[in-house]
């Protein structure tokens, strides 16, 4: 009798090639093209013929009554579902090529959590954030990606740079988009370790959010990271950059590092005890049912836990008298 495998046996490893071995590199024709995307030629060019691939709509400014937070207005374009499919077949092959030391978004075993745990020993960081980053990567910095670096035919490039672009740019709401972001954006985050190595500074980006961390932060960086950005097609936010000293909370995409440690953000924690005084009835439940509190409370554990093992165990009493109560 055969003996059942145990979980690290039945868990598929996930190994990283080099760009030379993914199925896109050298791609000399559309009819490959097709064969390696998994789909009809036909199909792929009715996609490249419609203006029907992508819903557009606009998220209105919204406060989160339990944390405090705004999120701003934004646009977002998704992509159809047949075109949706083709983005993930790409990213799909995309993922499995090897990442810079420094990318944290997009990438396969990386997390905006390890992000913040590249720079948790560093006595100061300084943080920057890029402005409309999917709006600034535009069809030409895709191309060059696809025909440079993947080393496509024209007509290749063309229909990929084609089917992963919207109105010039990337799209806001696609799966694809951090990860294309990362590779067609190549020469500047490149630009942008050097400057870090330069320095004696650590670099680490996660989509727009741009993190140089070490024992002191030189006073020429914020104007050497702006001029690398701008030679790039790029902006900086000058409103969102911060310097942290030593003695101060460090505040890295989405976590804060404190005492040389990562935890969890004050935001988060306001929301966990304004979520469970509305599920009491203590305050306003902000027109949420009992279910939904129990839900979004679940939610915003989580991601705690994510971060610090203290919230494991609230984090499974949520998920569980969320079962119990649904």
Do not use: W
């Not at 490959?32 to 009715?46: A, F, R």
């Not at 610090?308 to 079962?323: G, M, Y």
């Amino acid at each position: 009798m055969r003996r059942p495998k145990n979980s690290a046996q039945k868990r598929r490893t996930f190994k990283l090639y080099p760009i030379s071995q993914c199925a896109l590199y050298k791609m000399t024709s559309p009819k490959k093209l097709c064969e390696v995307l998994d789909e009809k030629l036909s199909k792929i060019n009715e996609l490249l013929e419609s203006e029907e691939n992508y819903r557009e709509f606009t998220l209105l400014e919204d406060l989160n009554p339990f944390s405090q937070k705004v999120k701003k207005k934004r646009l977002v374009q998704t992509p159809a579902r047949n075109l949706r499919s083709v983005h993930e077949r790409i990213l799909k092959l995309l993922q499995r090529m090897e990442y810079p030391n420094y990318a944290h978004a997009g990438v396969k075993k990386r997390s905006y959590r390890s992000n913040a745990l590249a720079h948790e020993q560093a006595r100061v960081i300084a943080t920057f954030d890029l402005s409309n980053f999917y709006g600034s990567v535009k069809s030409h910095h895709v191309s060059s990606f696809f025909s440079e670096k993947m080393r496509c035919v024209g007509d290749v490039t063309g229909i990929l740079t084609n089917l992963t672009t919207f109105r010039n740019c990337l799209p806001t709401g696609s799966p694809l988009s951090p990860l294309l972001a990362l590779h067609a954006s190549r020469p500047m985050f490149d630009d942008l370790d050097s400057l870090a190595q330069k320095h004696g500074l650590i670099f680490t980006c996660y989509v727009d959010d741009l993190t140089f961390s070490g024992d002191q932060i030189p006073p020429s960086l914020e104007r050497e990271v702006s001029s690398i950005v701008r030679r790039n097609g790029h902006s900086i936010n000058d409103k969102k950059t911060r310097i942290f000293n030593e003695n101060q909370p460090k505040h890295v995409t989405g976590t804060v590092i404190i005492n040389k440690k990562v935890h969890v953000p004050h935001a988060r924690l306001v929301s966990v005890r304004r979520l469970e005084a509305a599920i009491n009835g203590d305050i306003d439940n902000y027109g949420f049912t009992e279910l939904k509190l129990l839900e979004k409370l679940a939610g915003v554990l989580n991601e705690a836990s994510y971060l610090d093992p203290k919230f494991r165990s609230k984090a499974l009493a949520a998920r569980k008298n969320l079962t119990l109560t649904g």
